[in-house]
């Protein structure tokens, strides 16, 4: 069973940034295609973000693209997503995700992902 640690959330000023890690201790993280997620009070699970097995892809929501990075680190196993310009509409838990099954590509669906994280706050208000 892959455990999932998110990590980097917190209070941010709008228009500042962060960055949030995904590390799987124990596992290797290469082995598996990743997504991030987000969740506002309210609102249904959305994908933010994904990364390809194979490191070719990698794939953002119309709502974060120019603003969100995602990157992978083989040789600390952890993913990242840089956030930069935050909005007020980027509060939400974040969540990363683990998919075995894909290889060249990724998916902004989370049904397509088995492994999931704790989630970790992030709060963009001035």
């Known amino acids: 069973q892959v455990q999932l640690v998110e990590s980097g959330g917190g209070l941010v000023q709008p228009g500042g940034s962060l960055r949030l890690s995904c590390a799987a201790p124990g596992f290797i993280l290469a082995d598996y295609a990743i997504g991030w997620f987000r969740q506002a009070p309210g609102k249904e699970r959305e994908g933010v973000s994904c990364?390809?097995?194979?490191?070719?892809?990698?794939y953002y929501a119309d709502s974060v693209k120019g603003r969100f990075t995602i990157s992978r680190d083989k040789a600390k196993s952890t993913v990242y997503l840089q956030m930069d310009s935050l909005k007020s509409e980027d509060t939400a838990v974040y969540y990363c995700a683990a998919d075995r099954d894909t290889w060249f590509t990724c998916h902004l669906a989370p049904g397509a992902y088995e492994y999931w994280g704790q989630g970790t706050q992030v709060t963009v208000s001035s």
């Open positions: 990364i390809s097995r194979s490191l070719t892809n990698t």
